[in-house]
């Protein structure tokens, strides 16, 4: 099986085992997606004849949702391509590259603070300002730690979600919680923005499931059907070797301005106009 990863969005990045599978139940995931389009429009938009009160069934739902369970089970042994929007240092970029992606944990944020400590970018009570008040060490250890987090698709940089982890170093681990307008700014000092693509095994997450929804939109909408961009976030759950990092984009760089506007090639955001997609309306 080829190993490269592939993008959930991007349906001639499946490989051809992949690909002969979705290709054979063509018909089915049309059937299922214009079924629900159909649906859309005359019962959650109201644009039928007379709208019921309970939303109509999708005959083909059972075999549909079958059929996706097949596909989460196949990408347990796949790799998908994904995009993780920080700050770091150059010497973060270069531990990044020479020893891979470590998960978050208090520990490592110590040492990431050291770092900037002994760089000169903190002084040490601002180190330990941050370290204290991190989500890591105030009520969200459980869902913060031993992980690694990334979205799916490209995000344009300018993106709400992801100007914060751009503007200030340190993520959210660092930063969710300060509030001190000073240090703060001292964190948009320190680094660049950057964008880090990742080869990431679907083994290493708890995301297949949406993985697998994801590749069947991608697949459904090469027919001609109209389902959601079904973009999601994900973390892993074992570190990365350096061989995972396919790339880094920094602000300046080409590609860090293009992203998610024509790079990666291949790539269009279909949630930009699905409203007319679904009704023909341009309102």
Aim: proline share 5%; glycine share 8%.
């Amino acid at each position: 099986m080829d190993i490269s990863p592939i993008d959930v969005w991007d349906v001639s990045t499946f490989d051809s085992e992949l690909t002969v599978f979705l290709r054979a139940r063509a018909g089915l995931i049309q059937a299922y997606m214009e079924k629900e389009h159909e649906i859309v429009i005359s019962h959650d938009l109201g644009r039928g004849p007379k709208k019921a009160i309970l939303r109509p069934k999708n005959p083909y739902a059972e075999l549909f949702y079958a059929l996706s369970g097949e596909v989460v089970q196949k990408l347990q042994s796949r790799k998908i391509r994904a995009f993780h929007y920080t700050r770091l240092m150059e010497s973060e970029i270069d531990i990044l590259q020479r020893d891979g992606v470590h998960l978050s944990t208090p520990a490592t944020l110590r040492a990431r603070l050291n770092t900037c400590v002994s760089e000169g970018y903190l002084t040490t009570d601002m180190a330990e300002q941050l370290y204290t008040s991190s989500p890591l060490q105030n009520g969200q250890l459980e869902i913060r730690v031993n992980r690694f987090w990334m979205v799916s698709h490209p995000m344009v940089v300018d993106d709400d979600g992801v100007t914060p982890l751009l503007g200030h170093w340190g993520g959210e681990v660092a930063s969710m919680w300060v509030k001190d307008k000073n240090l703060l700014a001292t964190l948009t000092k320190i680094g660049k923005p950057r964008i880090v693509e990742l080869s990431v095994p679907m083994a290493q997450t708890c995301h297949s499931y949406s993985a697998g929804k994801a590749v069947v939109a991608t697949f459904g909408r090469s027919l001609g059907c109209i389902p959601d961009k079904l973009a999601f976030d994900l973390y892993i759950t074992a570190p990365l070797s350096s061989e995972a990092v396919l790339a880094v984009h920094t602000e300046g760089d080409s590609t860090f301005a293009a992203m998610g506007r024509g790079f990666p090639l291949g790539f269009i955001d279909v949630d930009l106009g699905r409203w007319e997609e679904l009704t023909g309306d341009d309102d």
